[in-house]
């Protein structure tokens, strides 16, 4: 492989733990900036999901990660020219107490994800698809079921592609995918591909990437986001199957640059996303009509070094109050979000990483004013900076102002762990606590929502199959107790843990 192409791009760091027995699945903990494809290949690091392991980068090589040790290409005798690979997540979650709005008891659910990816490639062009099913078992009516957790039997890539790492000689590589296609940018604040959530965003329409090897590379795309259907809770829970369906309504296009080491191995992003979204009978939206803009600074851990992340966005446009066909009244839409972190990474046995981490997104300070200023993550994973989401999913990024650090180690090659402690306030004390649909829109209750203290380990038994097991306990402060409508002031624990098997 030529040093032009050599990998510059960060990926996402994982975790996962020992146990024994569920048998496979993904995960994206991670901070999200860490770890380059490294020059020895490995499979310790990366995210378990087809696409940012198993799917070859058309400009930067298909050697990224080394192969799962068990898998179906070399075993069934498959061409050069076909990629082919199936993954299997079983994961059991557990919920003691409950924080939603008119919540009572606890939860649980056993989720189930297969996935399955081909890729025929010739010279310069490629077809691929991936098939996903996601589904549970274990839910009631009770348990607020909604598509996050169950999409079954249904295509979430779906393209047709060309490439080439050296257009016209000039050592620029550069891609076109048209067709289903999933997208991950930067952070994954605002773009991503989940990988803890048991189902998996996806658009119609095009991309096109520009890449200068070490230097900078270029994404734009025009898309319609996948609607995932059923989505009402009561289809769900009767396995009820529809396909699903690109929002013809609704257009989600941007631009994003990134600049590789632009002084002392700091990195750099800008970028520019525009939604523009309508109602379908299947489903009514509050007509979102944002441009969001952000920039990221970033340097990588490593060891004996300090490291840093720094990323702000703002949001501006209009936005219904509700979804309600009725509503035709446009807010005006201002928002914006901030995050930072800085760790330490110690030249000691384990390799611990400290980090400190803070938060903010906006919320709406006057419910009465014809304005919103709650900020929206459009199609971001949060598991990664806010815990476990599946059936727990307490805080995401809009009106939250919330602290925290974070420790990791690396006990074994193919162990990882880390602890992670946060508290969150409300960003403004007139606007809700989102995930649990709780507001005081007086703000005297309380701005305090609470603390949470989270634990996880990942084990790899080798590239095919790993194990993870984690567990969150979330102490309520006084506004998750005493507004109207919370539930139990009893904390909440949730626990999971998973298998995932690759091949």
Partial sequence: MSSLMKAKLPFKSLLTPAIKLVIASTIDLAISHEGLAAEKKTYTKPPFSVFASQMPDALLGSDKYEKPVWNLHDALGLPKWLTMSVEQRTRYETMDGNYKSGGKGGD???SFQTDLFLEA????????AEFLDARQ???????????T???????IQGYLAWSDQNVLFSGIGAEVIAGRQTLNFGSRRLVARNVFRNTINSFDGIRVRVLDYDNWQFNAFVTMPVGRYPNKSDQLLDDFH??????????????FLEKYDIAWGIN?????YHLDEGDRPRSQTRNRRYFTPGVRFYLKPAKANFDFQLESIGQFGTVRATTSASDGKDLTHEAWFQHVDVGYTFDLPWTPRFAFEYDYASGDSNPKDNKDGRFDTLYGARRFDFGPTGIYGAFARSNINSPGYRIGINPRPNVQAFLSHRAFWLAEAKDSWTTANLRDKTGQTSDYIGQQLELSVRYDFNSSLNFETGWTHLFKGAFAKQTATSPNPQDVDYFYVQSMFRF
């Fill in 137 to 147: 078992v274990g839910a009631d009516k009770g348990s607020g079921i909604n598509n």
């Fill in 121 to 128: 490639h010739f010279k310069h062009l490629r077809a691929g």
């Fill in 242 to 255: 529809s396909w699903d369906e690109p929002e013809y309504q609704t257009w989600f296009s941007g631009g």
């Fill in 268 to 272: 750099a992003e800008l970028y520019l």
């Fill in 149 to 155: 957790h169950v999409d079954e039997a249904d295509f």
């Fill in 108 to 110: 649980q659910q056993i």
